[in-house]
């Protein structure tokens, strides 16, 4: 598991060097262990229209998704300024609409790490992020 989270950590440091953020300058990089035991990453994308922007978590479950994955395991996030450290991160916690959104594929088990750098993270269960959430059961 912990040897898992740094992988993580890594691969969402690693995405974040392709974050496009030339509004905010606030790179974020995320990666997903999903069910199919894949890796799946993605920064984040801003747009001139700023409301077409989205987030790495959003990125990062896109790409996981349109590969044909379904359940988050593990999610890891980690951003700050463009030029900030990569061993001092922010405590960079997933905006409201990605928690919604990260909600349609995550389970009791899903594991949200915030990470300041590969050995100073903090883990949380997706529904102590977002409890009493709307979801897929609603709709059943
Ligand atoms: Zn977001």
């Not at 801003?46 to 395991?73: D, L, P, V, Y």
């Amino acid at each position: 598991m912990e040897d898992n989270i740094k992988i993580l950590i890594e691969k969402a440091l690693d995405v974040r060097k392709n974050s496009y953020c030339p509004y905010s300058n606030y790179a974020v990089g995320a990666s997903i262990l999903a069910e199919d035991g894949n890796v799946y990453v993605g920064a984040n994308i801003e747009n001139a229209s700023i409301g077409g922007t989205i987030c790495a978590e959003r990125s990062a479950m896109t790409n996981a998704c349109s590969s044909g994955a379904r359940s988050i395991k593990i999610i890891a996030i980690v951003g700050g300024k463009v030029d900030q450290n990569i061993n001092e991160m922010d405590w960079a916690f997933p905006c409201g609409i990605c928690r919604q959104f990260l909600n349609e594929f995550a389970s009791e088990e899903t594991i949200v790490v915030v990470a300041k750098s590969s050995y100073e993270y903090r883990m949380f269960k997706f529904n102590e992020l977002l409890p009493n959430a709307f979801g897929p059961n609603n709709l059943e």
